[in-house]
């Protein structure tokens, strides 16, 4: 689908909402307020971003304010679904909403997107949402504020780590580079994002590495964390979120594996370094993602769920 035919139909739309994957990151969240902002700028008023929960430290983000975790309409014109890779990752509360708008747009950059809506905006060479955004918009025009631009690098910088992943192309640093002589505080963002964290936070990811296993030769690193262990710490939306690089960073190892326990299943997080495809680990057990860090929830005890996740991450080590 092309751009042009998607800037057509937000043209003749009236009123939008804006949709991500639950569990939002940096990119999901810079993603829906960038979209939102921009969308403002163009004269429009009428946009709802539907989210029911994303972690605090992303209250900078500017747009943060618009979202909203109920709508009691379900008409919209249209609804664009950004950083979600299937209509599965959509929050179930919101599929309706989704299904009841009258053009269905997503913006994408996951490899194993399955194409879900009428216009598929999908780039998986980009390494953020966010980016496929700052390209789209410098195509058509749209200027990229102050604001946008916030939003943007939010996504780029951690869905790159830091522009640290093999998915980091020139654009993420000329963006950053312009971001940076626009007045764009970029080490804000960054602590924001990596470095500031809770007491809580802290406490379980202690508890994480304390339980940490290293399996076949250090190649892999397991760690995992219950429902008991949160209530225990009182952890927010989030705090899990970087645990499975704890083991990722680790010399030797190829495989990272984090599970951890949700309200009627288990999340698994795969992180890889060099040879082995994360995404291909999640495919196989129903999930998806990028070459170096996949997920997949899977309804099965933690025993069974980690028994899966190593027999398949077992077949592609060296
Ligand atoms: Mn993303």
């Not at 998607?6 to 949709?19: G, P």
């Not at 609804?79 to 919101?94: H, K, P, Q």
């Not at 192309?169 to 963002?189: H, P």
């Not at 933690?302 to 899966?308: S, V």
């Amino acid at each position: 689908m092309t751009l042009d035919e998607i800037y057509n139909e937000i043209k003749n739309s009236n009123s939008f909402i804006l949709l991500t994957h639950e569990n939002p990151d940096g990119d999901a969240i810079g993603s829906v307020c960038g979209m939102a902002i921009a969308l403002k700028n163009m004269g429009k008023n009428n946009i709802d971003i539907c989210l029911k929960e994303w972690p605090e430290n992303y209250n900078f983000v500017p747009g943060i304010e618009m979202i909203k975790k109920e709508v009691n309409k379900d008409n919209y014109d249209m609804a664009i679904v950004l950083d979600c890779a299937n209509f599965e990752r959509i929050s179930t509360i919101y599929r309706d909403i989704f299904e009841k708008a009258t053009t269905k747009v997503q913006i994408d950059h996951h490899n194993k997107n399955t194409m879900f809506a009428d216009y598929n905006f999908v780039n998986p060479a980009s390494p953020s949402c966010t980016q496929i955004l700052a390209s789209s918009f410098d195509y058509l025009n749209i200027e990229i504020t102050k604001d946008i631009a916030t939003c943007i690098l939010t996504g780029i910088i951690t869905d790159t780590c830091g522009f640290s992943t093999p998915e980091t192309t020139a654009d993420s640093f000329d963006f950053a580079s312009i971001s940076l002589s626009k007045g764009i505080n970029i080490s804000k963002i960054y602590r924001e994002s990596f470095n500031k964290i809770s007491k809580a936070r802290f406490m379980i990811q202690n508890l994480a590495s304390e339980r940490m296993e290293f399996l076949e030769d250090g190649k892999i690193a397991f760690t995992y964390i219950t429902k008991n262990d949160e209530k225990k710490f009182g952890t927010k939306t989030g705090d899990l979120s970087t645990i499975v690089e704890i083991g990722k960073n680790i010399d030797g190892v190829e495989v990272s594996i984090f599970i951890y326990e949700r309200e009627n299943d288990y999340k698994i997080s795969v992180r890889s370094n060099e040879y082995i495809d994360s995404s291909s680990i999640c495919l196989a057990l129903g999930g998806g993602g990028h070459m170096r860090a996949g997920g997949v929830s899977i309804q099965t005890s933690l025993e069974e769920a980690k028994e899966l996740v190593l027999n398949e991450t077992k077949k592609y080590l060296k």
